[in-house]
């Protein structure tokens, strides 16, 4: 009896690891546009593009010319812009897409027109990551996939945050976590590498002491009413104090949720995500 009761608790510890690749693979990306990570990446075995690590995709898309020779069609997808928008995707399947050496899990993959010549041909969204462990290191410029024994020593020397999975059948995945904004105001944000800046739904400004209508704030264009870049009195992960960014800028706008928070919070940062376990691990600043 007590033999069966350890194998059981071996097995759920087995089930609770998330899985990693056969070796550590170290991916270099390099930072475009302001800070949005851009690999190379191949579809099908064929030479690589290039393409954006965007966690707030949603959703793995390609660009149309990039969809038209790869993605078998075989029905669409509606998503929401942060600002609202509504965006259909037709989406379908590939078979295979790898980013350095390592095959990376795309269930779907929708085809979408805004990104058709920018450069850019597809974005990989957090559902590649569903099942492997991965460090995002922005100081020395690489995507690092743990293996059973790297994953470990980067738990051990982190801080763990817990994160909110929005999981849509299957398809599209938006990661969250809860952050603090300073005189005790907080917010359920989307961890979104797709965007460069931090962006606060309106409702906060006021809660925050920021007057919208002040004319020294710089008005920048954006759907939904456009955008007030501003100031907030600070931002952290809550969890992790020494993430805390004194008097950050960010934009105050119409979202869909409290709020954004793009690569301008994780500059010189390295943190892990875990989405096995719903688990971020941030690496301290020293």
Not at 20 to 28: K, L
Not at 42 to 64: H, K, Y
Not at 125 to 146: G, K, M, P, Y
Not at 247 to 267: E, H, K, M, R, S
């Amino acid at each position: 009896m007590r033999a069966a009761r350890c194998v059981t608790i071996a097995i759920l510890a087995i089930a609770l690891v998330p899985r990693a690749a056969n070796a550590v693979e170290h991916i270099p990306f390099t930072e475009v546009d302001g800070g949005l990570i851009q690999v190379q990446a191949s579809v099908d075995g064929r030479p690589p593009v290039p393409m954006l690590i965007d966690l707030g995709a949603g959703v793995d898309v390609f660009s149309s010319s990039l969809g038209r020779q790869f993605v078998t069609i075989d029905g669409k997808y509606v998503s929401l812009r942060l600002s609202g928008e509504r965006v259909d995707l037709p989406i379908g399947t590939i078979v295979s897409l790898a980013v350095g050496g390592v095959a990376i899990n795309v269930p779907r993959v929708g085809i979408w027109s805004g990104l058709d010549g920018g450069g850019v041909e597809g974005l990989i969204s957090a559902t590649a990551f569903r099942n492997i462990a991965t460090t995002f290191d922005f100081r020395d410029h690489e995507l690092i996939v743990e293996d059973a024994q790297t994953f470990p020593e980067r738990e051990r020397a982190a801080t763990r945050v817990p994160l909110l999975l929005q999981d849509d059948l299957g398809i599209a995945l938006g990661l969250f976590a809860r952050f603090d904004f300073g005189g005790g105001v907080t917010g359920l944000c989307e961890i979104d590498t797709g965007s460069q800046g931090i962006m606060l739904d309106r409702t906060f400004a006021s809660r925050l002491g920021i007057n919208l209508a002040d004319p020294r704030y710089k008005r920048v264009p954006m759907a939904a009413g456009g955008g007030v870049v501003a100031s907030a009195p600070s931002i952290a992960l809550i969890g992790a104090p020494d993430t805390t960014i004194v008097g950050p800028t960010v934009t105050y706008a119409n979202l869909i949720y409290d709020c954004n928070v793009g690569n301008q919070f994780w500059q010189g940062r390295i943190f892990t995500l875990d989405l096995p376990n719903r688990a971020l691990y941030v690496a301290s600043s020293s």
